[in-house]
């Protein structure tokens, strides 16, 4: 159980049954009451947002989250399919997956994050090497802001924009939080 004075941006908390996690907070004391804590959620099922006030005597339940690490298997029908420890398969959706499908690979061990035995959030490792697949060629030019990028697509059909000397072939790092280029691996 957690009271008004433990929010704080990133905890996790429930409300009305539902998993929320807070994306923004803001503490006020006004001259004369009690203190006020504003806070901005996101809820971790549906991806929703909502704003909402809480007085310093609000308590709040701690939502029932669980991680463990599943190992990515194949996709079928547009879903998923990863194994635990135990060679039990979990199906995950391409909602829950977001931008992150793109970067999975046969057997990737990512981190889970399980409600009530469903998962809400996949974490993939942070940097996945990918080779471009596709990709035009740099037109020398506009090249006095230092850093002139082209349009290029990875191995699971995922586009980002790539320096010039980055040609098709060539094997990239790419960031999985953000699906931004970090360097060229090898050409």
């Not at 230092?146 to 697509?153: L, R």
């Amino acid at each position: 159980m957690y009271d008004a004075s433990d929010l704080r941006k990133g905890l996790k908390i429930e409300i009305e049954g539902q998993p929320y996690i807070i994306t923004d907070f803001d503490f006020s004391k006004p001259g004369k009451g009690q203190a006020i804590y504003n806070c901005k959620m996101k809820n971790m099922l549906n991806g929703s947002t909502m704003s909402r006030s809480f007085r310093s005597n609000d308590k709040f339940d701690k939502p029932e989250l669980r991680q463990r690490p599943l190992r990515f298997s194949y996709l079928q029908d547009n879903v998923y399919i990863f194994t635990d420890e135990n060679f039990e398969e979990i199906r995950v959706s391409a909602d829950v997956l977001g931008q992150s499908r793109y970067f999975l690979t046969d057997d990737m061990l990512c981190d889970a994050l399980f409600y009530n035995e469903l998962v809400i959030e996949m974490t993939l490792p942070i940097f996945v090497e990918r080779k471009i697949v596709k990709c035009e060629p740099g037109a020398r030019g506009n090249t006095a802001s230092g850093k002139v990028m082209k349009p290029a697509t990875i191995e699971g059909g995922f586009e980002l924009p790539v320096p010039l000397f980055v040609n098709e072939g060539d094997v990239v790092r790419v960031d999985t939080r953000s699906g931004e280029y970090v360097d060229r691996v090898r050409a």
